[in-house]
């Protein structure tokens, strides 16, 4: 049990990072890596909706959906479930947190739409998780994203102190340096476990 558990966190972390692998939450990590902070910020954020969400629509889909039939309902009742948890988190960091609340601005309610979250929920009903498995997964993809945003963050604050060619200024480099480092993540994909 417990290697398994093992076998779908570290799937889930590097071999199938949402962003670098499967290009899942593409916005936010684009929009809010210009510094480690409020990666940091926004990847907690991230990681406390997707745990809560999976566990959340785990039991929907066990225990309403299944049961009644109505399986043809799911995304529509995992995104009225995720963009109330979205809600809590925003209402939870303007309280708590003010400044990460401002400084994640627009990018906060736009977790709702963040196709990782549902992405995260609908991978695990599709790979027939158990609870426990569906939660590992959840927690591990959420860290994987984090990884991803705080990694990414890094180098676009590298990035600011170096010389670059006024026409790679700006997104462009920005992109290319998406892409170089979801290159290094698909180094990942030959482990067997």
Do not use: H
Not at 16 to 36: D, Q
Not at 80 to 91: G, T
């Amino acid at each position: 049990m417990m290697g398994n558990l093992f076998v779908i966190a570290i799937t889930a972390i590097l071999m199938e990072n949402f962003v670098l692998s499967k290009f899942l939450g593409i916005c936010p990590f684009l929009g809010v890596s210009k510094k480690l902070k409020t990666a940091l910020g926004m990847g907690a954020a991230v990681t406390f909706v997707i745990v809560l969400s999976a566990i959340v629509t785990w039991c929907v889909q066990r225990f309403l959906l299944v049961p009644l039939k109505l399986e043809y309902l799911q995304t529509i009742a995992f995104i009225l479930i995720i963009a109330s948890l979205v809600q809590f988190v925003e209402m939870a960091l303007m309280k708590l947190v003010p400044p990460l609340y401002e400084s994640l601005g627009i990018y906060l309610p736009l977790i709702t739409t963040n196709c990782a979250v549902l992405g995260s929920a609908i991978l695990i009903q599709d790979n027939n998780y158990t609870f426990i498995e569906g939660v590992v997964y959840a927690f591990a993809s959420s860290i994987g994203f984090m990884l991803a945003m705080v990694m990414f963050a890094g180098v676009r604050e590298r990035l600011e102190d170096s010389d670059i060619p006024e026409f790679l200024k700006g997104f462009p480099i920005t992109l290319i340096s998406a892409s170089l480092l979801s290159l290094a993540f698909f180094g990942f994909q030959g482990l067997k476990f």
